[in-house]
């Protein structure tokens, strides 16, 4: 049988006693020794019911600003807390007109546009409450307002846009003047003409044993930055061999710069496209496709002019248009890579470096990888935190309306990325990649360029095809040259870092905080830099 208990409190409230009782009566019963404990009772009586109070107050007031018609305070309680308690939702307090209007599109209905329309949420606040509109009258002046913001925004990104690609299409007079200088001293300074290599280390240009890095550029800082920073950071740099490929106009300032500042135990050489004698139009069909392809680009595209005045397309679209009528994608630098088996007939293995990376690691680990018989190591590009940058497929580049594109590739698949690649040129003489990159250009231009957007990437998705092997994305960090949204943070602990986009960090419209990545690797000391006014900010 259950016993009940007695409960006896002190009057200070710090004791308490419990006693076996008779009965329920005594069970509740509190003795007191004084009238003390009367007065805090009431205390916490009136605590509770404050707290009581404001909890209604608040459900109330919620309920005012809600736009709910007038009630009575257990009314306004009863209704905020019934619903609730018979698990409903509140229905909407926003009438419907608001949503047809806002939903309909703007050539429907009566835009108020010019000065009329407000200009910012402040102006807008105090036309509504001079003149108390209805909520139809409200939803169409929000629309107009909100359209003519969105607006001003697109015309100004273009702009934006428009500029940057103007100003990274020409080249700075810093660069020019550091061409001229070397160009200059290459005629009068012996030591500026040496040969790159030299004779006793001529034999390692084709032995498979050193780790074998190429790089196409006619930019002498940008090639400087990529040769010195992969040298640096190379734990075993007596075994590096960097072939840099340039053209006949930069070949002799280029070979003066590394001949004056050697990059020992590295192996440097330097060769232009002049001095292999199979590159030529005839015998190098892709040649005669770029030089076709620039005159379509010029007669079918219009130019950047034609891709600015576009008023449906979304700005990143024209941004990436413009990005594309660059020069750099209609050079044979650019081109040059689909024919390394050929450039390096005695070579396994390289890895092909842009001109606009900056080697953060040791990439000998790279030889270690096992490519399954795929022809391109290469970091995917729809995989990754950053979704502004890894979200690319070949829907991406590839035009998916067009038969050709749509009845042989798939819109989903995972894009890859240029700058960082690793080739294996054994495995690549087995297939007919560089046939096929050939044939999709001759395409495109039947095609009056339509098959994918400009650049070197798309027809190189196209004829790598099936030849990818994925890296792991910390080889290649993409994105630094059109974004900042990137860490230095994260940015530093990547194993090449990539400024593909406008903001070259040798320019001028480059991302402050990320351009120190890259000017750690230039000697802003040295006297060629230094004449030519070349700033580290």
């Known amino acids: 049988m259950t016993q009940t208990m007695q409960l006896l409190i002190s009057p200070s409230l710090r004791h308490v006693t419990v006693l076996p009782a008779k009965g329920f009566k005594d069970f509740i019963k509190v003795k007191v020794g004084s009238r003390r404990l009367s007065y805090l009772m009431v205390f916490y009586s009136l605590l509770l019911c404050t707290f009581l109070l404001r909890f209604v107050f608040v459900l109330t007031a919620v309920d005012t600003i809600d736009g709910e018609q007038k009630c009575s305070t257990l009314g306004c309680l009863g209704r905020k807390i019934g619903p609730r308690i018979l698990g409903r939702q509140l229905e909407s307090t926003v009438p419907e007109v608001i949503y047809q209007v806002l939903e309909e599109p703007s050539d429907q209905i009566e835009m108020e546009a010019g000065p009329e329309t407000p200009q910012t949420l402040e102006e807008f606040m105090a036309e509504m409450k001079d003149t108390k509109p209805d ?15 969105e607006q001003t925004t697109r015309t100004a990104k273009i702009q934006e846009y428009l500029y940057r690609h103007v100003a990274s299409s020409g080249i700075p007079k810093q660069l020019h003047c550091l061409d001229l200088k070397l160009a200059h001293e290459h005629s009068i300074n012996a030591n500026a003409r040496l040969q790159l290599p030299s004779a006793e280390l001529v034999p390692a240009l084709v032995d498979n ?38 053209d006949s106009k930069t070949f002799s300032p280029m070979q003066a710069w590394f001949s004056l500042h050697p990059l020992t135990p590295a192996i440097i050489e330097v060769k232009a496209l002049h001095h292999f004698d199979w590159l030529t139009k005839g015998k190098v069909p892709v040649l005669e496709a770029m030089e076709k392809d620039q005159k379509a680009r010029s007669q079918f595209r219009g130019g950047s002019s034609a891709i600015v005045a576009n008023t449906t397309e979304k700005p990143h679209i024209i941004a990436a248009k413009l990005q594309a009528l660059s020069p750099k994608y209609n050079s044979l630098m650019n081109h040059i890579r689909i024919y390394l088996p050929e ?3 005695s070579l396994d293995k390289v890895v092909f470096l842009d001109d606009d990376v900056v080697v953060q690691t040791d990439l000998s680990s790279l030889w270690d990888i096992d490519m399954n018989g795929k022809v391109n190591g290469a970091v995917e590009t729809c995989r990754g ?10 829907k991406s580049y590839l035009n998916f309306s067009h038969p050709m594109i749509s009845n042989n590739f798939d819109p989903n698949e995972c894009a890859w990325a240029y700058g960082m690649n690793i080739f294996d040129l054994e495995a690549w003489r087995e297939t007919n990649i560089s046939q096929a990159y050939q044939y999709w250009l001759e395409q495109n231009l039947k095609s009056d360029l339509s098959l994918w957007q400009l650049g070197t990437l798309p027809p190189g998705l196209i004829a ?3 030849h990818v092997h994925a890296i792991d994305s910390f080889w290649h960090m993409l994105g630094l040259g059109y974004q900042d949204n990137t860490s230095i943070a994260d940015a530093q ?19 402050p905080q990320l351009r120190p990545l890259w000017t750690k690797y230039v000697n802003f000391s040295d006297k060629f830099i230094n004449s030519c006014h070349i700033r580290e900010t």
Do not use: C
């Open 135 to 149: 909520a139809e009258t409200f939803a169409v002046k929000l629309k107009a307002m909100v359209t003519l913001l």
């Open 464 to 466: 790598f095809h099936g």
């Open 493 to 511: 602990s990547a194993g090449v870092i990539h400024f593909n986009g406008r903001a070259k960090p040798w320019l001028d419209i480059a991302f």
């Open 385 to 394: 935190e950053d979704k502004f940058v890894m979200s690319k497929r070949f």
């Open 343 to 345: 450039l390096f007939p």
């Open 209 to 246: 044993s050193y780790f074998h890095f190429v790089l196409a550029s006619d930019n002498i800082l940008a090639a400087s930055v990529v040769a010195s920073s992969l040298v640096q950071n190379s734990f075993r740099p007596e075994k590096v061999v960097l072939h840099i490929i340039t």
